[in-house]
Each structure stands twice: as C-alpha cells, then as structure tokens.
C-alpha cells in the first residue's frame, strides 16, 4: 500500500476514534445527567459523534501536514494536546459562525458555550488518542500479543 493511502487510512481511522469516543462521553451525558431514568429519546451519541469524526479527521490531516515525518507515538503530549486544543476551537468557531443556538443565546454567551467545551473535548481527544496508541506500541513490542513472561523478566 502506496504511503499516501496508509495515511489516509490513518486519518479516516482518526475520525472513527473520536467518533466513538464522543458517542460514549454522549451516552454518558444523557444516561447520567440529562435523563437518568431512560424516558427520552437518547439523541447525544449521535449528536456529539458528528463533531467527534469532523474534529478526528481535521485533527489527523493536521497532523499529517505539521508531523508527518514522526510516528504518532513518537509526539510528545503537550503538543499532542495542543493540536486537539486547535482543533476544538476550530469546531467551536466553525458552530458559533454558522449561527448554531442562536435564538437561545446572545453571541458572547453562546461562543463561550460552544468554543470552551469543545476546545477542552479536542485536547482531552488528542491526549487520550496518544495514550492508547502508545500502550498499543508497547503492546506489539512484548511476545505473544501482549502477554508478559517470566523470559521478559517480569512477574507474569
């Protein structure tokens, strides 16, 4: 496979992740906060996993033009979670500017309702993304798909 087409894979992959991720942190909302008793249409899952595969695949294509020479487990966390902080605010404008809440909220209140969290969500994202990917390549390093020996020198 050509290296242009793995890393399309890879950002297409990236938008997956934090689709599901942002669909979980959905389901949690609704099932712990907004409707504990399960009587409401569940509509957060899909509603958060939207922005979720926008902001994985924005969040990948930026990481493919500034860091494509280093492995993805190879980047520091401070500036993994600075890209992802870039890409939330980019997903707060882009909701604040196409008019998202308007009739609810005047522009000052609802910018700060829409960019804060999703900022937070992208850099959370970010962090998150590198901490699997690096227990995966750590994973991959060990005998047996994962499995610790006493050969390894530690206790099994």
């Known amino acids: 496979m050509t290296s242009w087409l793995r ?16 669909a979980v942190v959905g389901g949690a909302i609704m099932e712990g906060i907004v409707d504990p008793h399960g009587r409401l ?8 996993a939207i922005p979720g595969f926008l902001g994985g695949l924005t969040f990948g294509t930026l990481l493919w033009l500034a860091e494509g020479r280093r492995r993805f487990e190879e980047l520091s966390v401070p500036r993994l979670t600075g890209w992802g902080a870039l890409v939330g605010l980019l997903l707060g404008v882009l909701a604040v500017t196409t008019g998202m809440g308007r009739e609810v ?4 209140s609802r910018a700060f309702v829409l960019v804060t969290p999703l900022t937070l969500s992208g850099a959370l994202s970010a962090s998150a993304t590198l901490a699997v990917a690096r227990v995966a390549a750590r994973r991959e390093r060990l005998p047996f798909g994962g499995l610790r020996t006493i050969a390894d020198g530690e206790p099994a």
């Open 7 to 22: 890393r399309l894979r890879g950002v297409f992959g990236m938008g997956l992740t934090w689709a599901v991720g942002w």
């Open 41 to 48: 249409l569940d509509m957060w899952p899909q509603t958060l």
């Open 105 to 108: 909220l005047p522009f000052w």
